[in-house]
């Protein structure tokens, strides 16, 4: 069973930069599809960024595209949202989250494609 820890939120100012990571515990990592989501208060949750099992392949939302970059370390069993000139309606919890059968990232911009889920990290951003 597979379980996951995101670390890394915090609070920064608009234009800042952060990463998050999200670093998994049981087998086949690398059998894995991962993605980040975020939510807000009030809002529903909003699809960040996926990448493939092998990292060969990512893909993001439009309002982080440009600015956020998903990448994953297989030997580690972890997988990171790094995330540039953020602003302040980036503020959310972020989440990872795994899918172990869907192989290309096009179909994985859902929450309800994914059937593991970390617990989540806070990203508050300042104007």
């Known amino acids: 069973q597979v379980q996951l820890v995101e670390s890394g939120g915090g609070l920064v100012q608009a234009g800042a930069s952060l990463r998050v990571s999200c670093v998994a515990s049981?087998?086949?990592?690398?059998?894995?599809?991962l993605g980040w989501f975020r939510q807000a208060p009030g809002k529903e949750r909003e699809f960040v960024a996926a990448?493939?099992?092998?990292?060969?392949?990512?893909g993001y939302g439009d309002s982080v595209r440009g600015r956020f970059t998903i990448s994953r370390d297989n030997d580690k069993k972890s997988v990171y949202l790094q995330m540039n000139r953020l602003k302040p309606e980036d503020t959310a919890v972020y989440y990872c989250?795994?899918?172990?059968?869907?192989?290309?990232?096009?179909?994985?911009?859902?929450?309800?494609?994914?059937?593991?889920w970390g617990r989540g990290t806070q990203v508050t951003v300042s104007s």
């Open positions: 989250a795994a899918n172990p059968t869907i192989l290309s990232v096009g179909y994985l911009d859902s929450s309800e494609k994914y059937n593991t």
């Open positions: 990448i493939s099992r092998s990292g060969g392949s990512t």
């Open positions: 049981g087998p086949q990592f690398n059998r894995l599809a």
